[in-house]
T-cell receptor, first 115, second 115 residues
Framework: NAGVTQTPKFRVLKTGQSMTLLCAQDMNHEYMYWYRQDPGMGLRLIHYSVGEGTTAKGEVPDGYNVSRLKKQNFLLGLESAAPSQTSVYFC??????????????FGQGTRLTVV | KQEVTQIPAALSVPEGENLVLNCSFTDSAIYNLQWFRQDPGKGLTSLLLIQSSQREQTSGRLNASLDKSSGRSTLYIAASQPGDSATYLCAVRPGSGGSNYKLTFGKGTLLTVNP
């Protein structure tokens, strides 16, 4: 099972360049998320989606945009990259279940460096 | 605002030792709590999910407990092995309103098991 797949795994950008990170899940999950992980800061939620065609802001949304045109894909865009966006980005997905059984599954991460 | 704290930040033990990792959270109204493992440069792997109605969950040498009233969870690792070396993260999902799909993470405990 592929689970949650992120593309690319590594990328170096110059300040001001744009790029899109792709997250794909094959588990038919309704909810998808983008997190960034920084030393000393832990994992912080950037944006999330509760279904196809819907997105919402998380804790640290500035400088990022997202789209969820298909249920299985969640795209994270950086329109004008800044060095502060150097981080490891993780995508996750969940299927909402009753009784507290909602479990999150994560991709392998994208390591982005902005120079 | 939910805050999740993990103590200690780092732990080094000799092989074979039993150990306990701690996770505390400020808002006891949680939907569930999830323990993850993260190897260097890798994504998060789900270890155990404890529903709000449960007291503990077990998987192999791992046992996670939950005390909602005191805002605490522990991850017990029996007979530790060098392969257990990793960062362990706990995350809570809120139990109220429409936001119960968002996880709040602790900053993790870096575990090193020495041969």
């Amino acid at each position: 099972n592929a689970g949650v797949t992120q593309t690319p795994k590594f990328r170096v950008l110059k300040t001001g360049q744009s790029m899109t990170l792709l997250c794909a899940q094959d588990m038919n999950h309704e909810y998808m998320y983008w997190y960034r992980q920084d030393p000393g800061m832990g994992l912080r939620l950037i944006h999330y989606s509760v279904g196809e065609g819907t997105t919402a802001k998380g804790e640290v949304p500035d400088g990022y945009n997202v789209s969820r045109l298909k249920k299985q894909n969640f795209l994270l865009g950086l329109e004008s990259a800044a060095p502060s966006q150097t981080s490891v980005y993780f995508c996750a997905s969940t299927r909402h279940q009753t009784g507290g059984r909602t479990e999150a599954f994560f991709g392998q991460g994208t390591r982005l460096t902005v120079v | 605002k939910q805050e999740v704290t993990q103590i200690p930040a780092a732990l080094s033990v000799p092989e074979g030792e039993n150990l306990v990792l701690n996770c505390s959270f400020t808002d006891s109204a949680i939907y569930n709590l999830q323990w993850f493992r993260q190897d260097p440069g890798k994504g998060l792997t789900s270890l155990l999910l404890i529903q709000s109605s449960q007291r503990e969950q077990t998987s192999g040498r791992l046992n996670a407990s939950l005390d909602k009233s005191s805002g605490r969870s522990t991850l017990y690792i029996a007979a530790s092995q060098p392969g257990d070396s990793a960062t362990y993260l706990c995350a809570v999902r809120p139990g109220s309103g429409g936001s119960n799909y968002k996880l709040t993470f602790g900053k993790g405990t870096l575990l090193t098991v020495n041969p």
